[in-house]
Nanobody, 125 residues
Framework: QVQLVESGGGLVQAGDSLRLSCEAS????????MGWFRQAPGKEREYVST???????YYADSMKGRFTISRDNAKNTVYLQMNSLNPEDTAVYYC???????????????????WGQGTQVTVSS
């Protein structure tokens, strides 16, 4: 069992940056692939990014060049650095953990077994 707790969300202005964190419980964090998803009001959950157990990463097209995912296995934490935020990035952001594999293959929510409670990111124009 893995428990995930996100933090770092908040209210920012367009063009600002935020770094989200997701701390995991358990001693096997390094073996998991970690993903970030987001869900805006009235919309379906959307894939953001993945980092697998080997440190390989993948991003949704709209996040490439703006978002960076990273992990610190010593701290059981995965990060999402978000730059050049715009109002369309407003959503609840969720981290997830699942069995590792190719980062490209882990874009579906169904690839993940454990989910955090989410952290709200609001970007004002």
């Amino acid at each position: 069992q893995v428990q995930l707790v996100e933090s770092g969300g908040g209210l920012v202005q367009a063009g600002d940056s935020l770094r989200l964190s997701c701390e995991a419980s358990g001693r096997t964090f390094s073996s998991y692939a970690m993903g970030w998803f987001r869900q805006a009001p009235g919309k379906e959950r959307e894939y953001v990014s993945t980092i697998n157990s080997w440190g390989n990463t993948y991003y949704a097209d709209s996040m490439k060049g703006r978002f960076t995912i990273s992990r610190d296995n010593a701290k059981n934490t995965v990060y999402l650095q978000m730059n050049s935020l715009n109002p369309e990035d407003t959503a609840v952001y969720y981290c997830a953990a699942g069995r590792s594999g190719s980062a490209y293959s882990l874009r579906a929510a169904g690839s993940y077994d454990y989910w955090g409670q989410g952290t709200q990111v609001t970007v004002s124009s």
